[in-house]
């Protein structure tokens, strides 16, 4: 009877042993035919929560726009970077409002006026003088303080900074001029001509006073302007120039390179 008993124990052990196998077998076969395992809600909150990598400018410097002329700085930076270059990119709208009207106001007064500047200047002194000497002289009678008239002084310091600062501009003005006049930089001296040469026609259309104005004009909007759509401008530039240079290469073509020119001998030194 107790050999019975072992010999059935044995078996149940070995039928167990046989349905572990196969379950094993089943569970490894599910694993490699079932697909990828679903991302559970946590986890796709969780990927929603990541910041996601911000994508890298391209009107920052150093990207893979071309700046205008080859620029490598700001505009702010190219105009000096100083109270200029603020007045200039409106970065105080007061001063720069306040020059541009100032500007204006000298232009309608001089040319669509015409006014003449020693008239004005006169008149000025002449309503300033008569103002202060009026009120002065009222002011026993009306009970009142007699103005204020401070005493005003030029400073030397400014005044000799400024006078140094335009010496050593019309000491460099001279040392280009003379560098152009050696005739060592061609392009240089084809530069100057062509500026001089549209200066004189703009001077021929416009008097002295105009043509200030409207470069004060231009250099209280364009800059400004350039510096909120640079990215546009610029990539508009290069692909103006990408054409100009089609252009030139298609001319080359079929002007330039039919042009008959000098048989070219090499010296050859022994």
């Given at each position: 009877?107790?050999?019975?008993?072992?010999?059935?124990?044995?078996?149940?052990?070995?039928?167990?042993?046989?349905?572990?196998?196969?379950?094993?077998?089943?569970?490894f076969?599910?694993?490699?035919?079932?697909?990828?395992?679903?991302?559970?809600?946590?986890?796709?909150?969780?990927?929603?929560?990541?910041?996601?990598?911000?994508?890298?400018?391209?009107?920052?410097f150093?990207?893979?726009?071309?700046?205008?002329?080859?620029?490598?700085?700001?505009?702010?930076?190219?105009?000096?970077?100083?109270?200029?270059?603020?007045?200039?990119?409106?970065?105080?709208?007061?001063?720069?409002?306040?020059?541009?009207g100032?500007?204006?106001?000298?232009?309608?007064?001089?040319?669509?006026?015409?006014?003449?500047?020693?008239?004005?200047?006169?008149?000025?002194?002449?309503?300033?003088?008569?103002?202060?000497?009026?009120w002065?002289n009222?002011?026993?009678f009306?009970?009142?303080?007699?103005?204020?008239?401070?005493?005003?002084?030029?400073?030397?310091?400014?005044?000799?900074?400024?006078?140094?600062?335009?010496?050593?501009?019309?000491?460099?003005?001279?040392?280009?001029?003379?560098?152009?006049?050696?005739?060592?930089?061609?392009?240089?001296?084809?530069?100057?001509?062509?500026?001089?040469?549209?200066?004189?026609?703009?001077?021929?259309?416009?008097?002295?006073?105009?043509?200030f104005?409207?470069?004060?004009?231009?250099?209280?909007?364009?800059?400004?302007?350039?510096?909120?759509?640079?990215?546009?401008?610029?990539?508009?530039?290069?692909?103006?120039?990408?054409?100009?240079?089609?252009?030139?290469?298609?001319?080359?073509?079929?002007?330039?390179?039919?042009?008959?020119?000098g048989?070219?001998?090499?010296?050859?030194?022994?």
């Amino acid at each position: 009877m107790t050999e019975h008993e072992d010999h059935k124990v044995e078996k149940e052990d070995q039928d167990e042993s046989l349905i572990d196998k196969i379950s094993e077998k089943l569970h490894f076969s599910n694993h490699s035919s079932s697909p990828a395992p679903a991302y559970s809600s946590s986890d796709s909150d969780d990927e929603k929560k990541k910041p996601t990598s911000p994508a890298p400018e391209t009107s920052s410097f150093g990207s893979k726009v071309r700046r205008l002329f080859g620029r490598e700085r700001p505009v702010h930076k190219v105009f000096g970077g100083g109270k200029p270059a603020d007045v200039f990119l409106w970065r105080n709208k007061k001063i720069s409002a306040g020059f541009l009207g100032g500007a204006t106001a000298i232009w309608v007064l001089f040319e669509v006026v015409e006014y003449h500047l020693l008239t004005l200047l006169c008149h000025g002194l002449m309503i300033a003088l008569a103002g202060l000497f009026l009120w002065s002289n009222a002011s026993t009678f009306i009970h009142k303080s007699t103005p204020h008239i401070p005493e005003v002084n030029i400073p030397e310091k400014p005044v000799l900074e400024f006078a140094s600062a335009l010496r050593n501009e019309i000491n460099r003005a001279l040392a280009v001029l003379r560098e152009i006049a050696s005739g060592r930089d061609l392009k240089m001296f084809l530069l100057v001509i062509g500026g001089l040469w549209l200066a004189s026609i703009l001077g021929g259309c416009c008097d002295f006073l105009t043509l200030f104005y409207i470069i004060v004009v231009v250099l209280h909007t364009v800059p400004v302007l350039y510096e909120k759509y640079e990215d546009q401008v610029d990539a508009f530039a290069e692909k103006a120039l990408h054409e100009l240079k089609k252009q030139y290469a298609v001319f080359d073509a079929k002007v330039l390179s039919k042009i008959p020119r000098g048989p070219l001998k090499d010296k050859k030194k022994d």
